[in-house]
């Protein structure tokens, strides 16, 4: 089923159904129509799926996948269009641009934490770019999304099936682990690929910072889908002198997020399965929390939970914890602090919570990460404007915006040259001499002007206005000149 599923796709990339910008729009706002008309069933589902309550569904997923659509919409014509560059001497005159195209038949595969943005922001690219989708939709929430394109439904199976046939792109977000096995089928047709994993990312506080803003912003982060996001802050770093006032700042949040007993709250979700809850509490095995620390397995639910005093070396410290267990390492100062996050793989995002520039500016400089949020947690990823994507361990490729276009399109290098100036060419054709080397080394230089289209044609007026200039001046200065010597003479005579 999958074969002939991937075959239809393929057979209609073909035959150039995507490709007119006027399609690509009326898919673009078919989505859009799609999200808008079925928001209560998207919230209904995930309600099923992790308890998210049904304003949360709308505020992590939905607006920004509207945001992301309206972008695309409104900017298509523009990211499609011809991008000009420099040319050469020997191209001046001839036409070299970059021209984007469609890539073929993308596989998207997404991801059950947050099904809706990490599956169809990916898609809205795919969309913009011409490159017909296929989906492997996690939860129950994909029947809506179904009858708009190919999709299925289901886990490590039908992932296996799908990954034996051949596509153009594979967008995957979820583990490293399977992400290893997306890349390996993937090499064995030579596709390319966007993974978007995860990893351990750090939060550094540091002692002068506001604390009770800082901890209400990490502790939003941290809890938020029940802990269960690929960057959220997964371990605190701090120095000892703070730790106290830091686990405070969380309790007081905490309170005021979640009242008394997160368990009733409606705004407190739950572990997205039995498996995944065993895991989590696996990692807490042999640690007192600091705060929380309960569980209730019928549920699912494991309340908010801070463990201080965390040795570099515990179990919690050697994977990405991707649940509401909130570690704080002690380090002596920031350069430790830097020393602590650089011997370890790069992380999906680090955060920065200082009010010191020089600090913020280390961090900067002397750390490696997919990206980096300073005074807070997460925001980077709401701007579409900004890459989001990891590094090394973290992932590879990116998207959000025009990158999910650029990255899902095929970057086609054009020169179109005229049957003219056949002279220029001549110092390319044998026999050659030292004459005709030197030739070709002054036609390969890139001019200090970009002669892109409008460039060159505003270069050509005002080198001709240069030249008329200088000859109008050139004439009055003889004229000038010639009167000059007349009126001598006038004068000699008269004398």
């Known amino acids: 089923m999958e074969m002939q599923v991937v075959q239809r796709a393929r057979e209609n990339f073909l035959a150039g159904r995507s490709r007119p910008l006027e399609f690509r729009v009326q898919q673009l706002k078919s989505l859009q129509r799609m999200i808008t008309d079925r928001q209560g069933e998207i919230a209904t589902a995930l309600k099923q799926d992790i308890n998210r309550s049904q304003y949360d569904t709308p505020l992590l997923e939905l607006i920004g996948l509207e945001n992301e659509i309206s972008l695309a919409v409104s900017k298509l014509a523009q990211w499609a269009a011809p991008r000009p560059v420099e040319k050469s001497l020997l191209t001046i005159s001839d036409q070299v641009y970059i021209q984007p195209e469609p890539l073929g038949v993308v596989l998207i595969i997404g991801a059950w934490n947050y099904p809706w943005a990490l599956t169809l922001q990916p898609l809205v690219g795919a969309i913009a ?46 583990n490293s682990t399977v992400g290893k096995l997306v890349m390996e089928a993937a090499a064995r047709h030579l596709t390319p690929v966007t993974l978007e994993l995860g990893g351990k990312s750090p939060c550094y506080i540091d002692k002068d910072v506001d604390l009770r803003v800082a901890c209400r912003r990490i502790t939003w982060g941290k809890f938020v889908n029940c802990g269960q996001t690929c960057i959220a802050p997964d371990y605190i770093l701090c120095e000892p002198s703070i730790q106290n006032r830091v686990v405070e700042g969380i309790r007081q949040t905490l309170l005021e997020f979640y009242g008394p007993d997160p368990k009733s709250s409606p705004d407190y979700g739950r572990i997205i399965n039995q498996r995944h809850f065993n895991h989590v509490m696996a990692l807490l095995d042999g640690y007192t929390a600091a705060l929380g620390g309960q569980s209730d397995s019928s549920q699912r639910y494991i309340a908010p939970t801070v463990v ?5 070396h515990a179990r919690l410290m050697q994977e990405e914890i991707f649940g509401p267990l909130l570690p704080i390492v002690t380090v002596s100062d920031i350069d430790d602090a830097i020393h602590f996050i650089s011997e370890r793989e790069k992380p999906l995002a680090i955060y920065v919570f200082s009010s010191n520039k020089k600090v913020i500016k280390r961090m900067l400089a002397e750390t490696t990460s997919g990206g980096v949020t300073v005074n807070d947690v997460m925001m980077h990823y709401t701007l579409n404007s900004l890459p989001f994507g990891g590094v090394g361990q973290s992932g590879t490729g990116r998207y959000h ?36 080397a030197r030739r070709v080394r002054l036609t390969m230089r890139t001019p200090l002007v970009d002669f892109s289209r409008k460039t060159y044609i505003w270069a050509v007026t005002a080198t001709v206005f240069a030249f008329g200039l200088l000859v109008t001046l050139t004439a009055i200065l003889l004229i000038a000149g010639g009167l000059n010597c007349t009126c001598w003479r006038v004068w000699q005579i008269w004398r």
């Open 129 to 174: 770019a011409g490159t017909p989708p296929m989906f492997i939709f996690p939860l129950h929430s994909y029947s809506s999304i179904a009858e708009l394109y190919p999709v299925v439904c289901g886990g490590v199976s039908e992932t296996q099936e799908l990954l034996r046939q051949r596509f153009d792109h594979i967008f995957y977000t979820g």
């Open 308 to 312: 201080k005093d965390v040795p570099p």
């Open 401 to 436: 915006g025009k990158h999910t276009f650029d990255q899902l399109s095929h970057h086609r290098a054009c020169l179109v040259k005229s049957l003219g100036m056949e002279e220029v060419n001549m110092v390319w054709y044998p026999p050659q001499n030292h004459q005709k």
